[in-house]
């Protein structure tokens, strides 16, 4: 019984958090006062958002239903941004952008009412992943479009919660003749090179009061939860190619490089900080082998509690890369080509969200339980189900993982939650949770996140207090330091985009560097 793991639960861990486990195994060890800091009653907030919810569920659903539907990779989303602009026309909203900071399946949309008022932003993301392709079945079966490109991180739900929420805050503004403004941004690509990072370089978040987002669980959970700061680079070694049986002296392996680079990343090991990672793939080590490659290329990434330190430790990453060029007699080339913030948390708007949490109608069906379950059979795991309550505050605590919500949250209040539309014990990328987002426990998780962030807009929006205090922990948390963009000033877009869209777009004129489609998924992902 889900119950009887909860009383055994003893201790956190960014482990279990990670591995979707920690509802079943672990127990919030929190300070009274942060525990006990939910101020006021939403009562009357969140009956409004519930029932402005209510007025636009099919608008909800099908953003789900449809982006589910027709799963993109990152940075393909040409239908499933769409779906998103389609509906917010629809809605009445304005498009302010398509093609946004150059990505031409971002987007940014907004309503104003009233020549003043606060500025509340939603970042929908409606990117899918490789080989999660699934039915809405507790089986491992092809979906709509086969096993390809599937939506195991849930972005359909997340999507349209988010799109929903502004949908539903519009509504219970136009009731009360709440002056304001509501940005949705459309945030392609959250899965390789995130669209935030570049809105975020371009000062898309500066003039909000505050932003709003949730993610797809295993949980019903918010707190003040910190993910990492990332850097990621290229390495590429250029060598001499020769013969390696005839002549090998005459050849310099670019493999060779690469493999002592990776020697040397395994010496750093013992003398990195806890919160450090370093993961690394080779991407090219030669086509055949009797002739000494001449080029070879790792993908790393690099994570750790901050910029500060991921900073560092980058530096660090890139004196190991040349020296592995000097002692191999090869030439390296190092492009720092994408990177993410640490996600600053806002206690002010946590206390918000979770009292709004707590007002749920958390109910999930006999069906659906049974659903769930079966899916932990399948994986043998315990068998618990949904979780059907709402989780204590989270104490702070640093994950090994990262988000370009970070970047967002460096330049206004942001607050984040998670919504179970997974069953406990399964981790995010994986089929079951592109099998759930398909199904009406999907259904549940856009309805009720958008319920959350309507009503906690709506607070937003009419409470100067309120912003205020999240501004002063904003400021308080950031602590003067400046937010400086993790992309170099000559990156334009992420690698990857298709040759089309930057066509349709305008974005570029048919070059060498795009004859051949981008699509090739040599990035990692966060």
């Not at 079966?374 to 979780?387: D, I, K, T």
């Not at 607050?415 to 987002?437: D, Q």
Request: hydrophobic share 40%; aromatic share 6%; proline share 6%.
């Amino acid at each position: 019984m889900w119950n009887e793991s909860f009383i055994r639960m003893n201790e956190i861990s960014r482990r279990t958090l990670l591995a979707g486990s920690l509802a079943s195994t672990a127990v919030w060890m929190m300070p009274p006062s942060f525990a006990a800091a939910e101020d006021g009653d939403v009562s009357e907030s969140a009956k409004a958002a519930h029932d402005a919810v209510e007025a636009v569920r099919e608008a909800i659903l099908r953003i789900s239903r449809e982006v589910w539907k027709t799963p993109e990779l990152s940075l393909h989303e040409e239908k499933s941004s769409e779906i998103h602009l389609r509906e917010l026309r629809e809605a009445g909203f304005k498009i302010v952008s398509t093609g946004t900071s150059g990505i031409p399946t971002a987007f940014v949309a907004e309503w104003t009412q009233g020549e003043s008022g606060p500025k509340i932003g939603f970042l929908p993301e409606y990117d899918a992943l490789p080989d999660l392709g699934n039915a809405a079945e507790s089986r491992q079966t092809p979906g709509p479009t086969g096993v390809e490109v599937g939506h195991g991180c849930g972005h359909n739900m997340l999507g349209a919660g988010c799109t929903g929420a502004a949908f539903a805050l519009k509504k219970m503004m136009i009731d009360k003749n709440v002056p304001g403004t509501i940005r949705v941004y459309g945030c392609a690509a959250e899965e390789t090179e995130g669209a935030k990072v570049y809105m975020a370089r371009d000062g898309l978040f500066s003039d909000l009061d505050a932003c709003l987002a949730w993610h797809p669980g295993p949980m019903n959970a918010t707190g003040l939860l910190r993910s990492a700061a990332a850097n990621i680079l290229r390495i590429r070694y250029i060598g001499q190619t020769a013969h390696a049986g005839v002549d090998p002296w005459e050849g310099r392996s670019a493999l060779k490089g690469a493999e002592l680079f990776g020697i040397g990343i395994q010496f750093m090991r013992e003398h990195m900080k806890p919160t450090t990672r370093l993961h690394y793939i080779y991407t090219d080590s030669g086509t055949a082998a009797n002739v000494i490659p001449a080029s070879a290329e790792i993908i790393m990434v690099i994570r750790d509690q901050d910029r500060e330190d991921v900073n560092s430790v980058t530096e660090w990453v890139k004196d190991v890369a040349s020296g592995a060029a000097t002692s191999t007699q090869t030439h390296v080339e190092i492009d720092h080509f994408f990177g993410m913030y640490d996600l600053l948390p806002n206690e002010t708007l946590v206390n918000q969200i979770h009292a709004h949490m707590t007002k749920l109608p958390m109910e999930w069906t006999e069906e659906e339980q049974g659903f769930a379950k079966a899916f932990q059979r399948e994986m043998q795991l315990p068998e618990a189900g949904l979780m059907p309550v709402i989780m204590p505050l989270l104490p702070e605590i640093t994950t090994g993982g990262s988000t370009d919500v970070g970047d967002v949250s460096f330049n206004t209040p942001t607050g984040l939650f998670a919504i179970a539309t997974m069953p406990i014990g399964v981790g995010l990328h994986t089929w079951p949770v592109t099998a759930c987002g398909g199904m009406s426990i999907g259904d549940k998780g856009s309805i009720y996140s958008a319920i959350i962030m309507a009503g906690v807009g709506y607070d937003l929006m009419t409470s100067a207090e309120l912003r205020a205090a999240a501004r002063a922990d904003f400021d308080r948390r950031k602590a003067g330091r400046k937010y400086v963009s993790p992309l170099a000033e000559t990156r334009l877009r992420p690698d990857g985009i298709p040759q089309h869209l930057l066509m349709r777009d305008g974005s570029q004129e048919l070059g060498v560097e795009f004859v051949e489609e981008a699509v090739d998924s040599k990035t990692p992902m966060p």
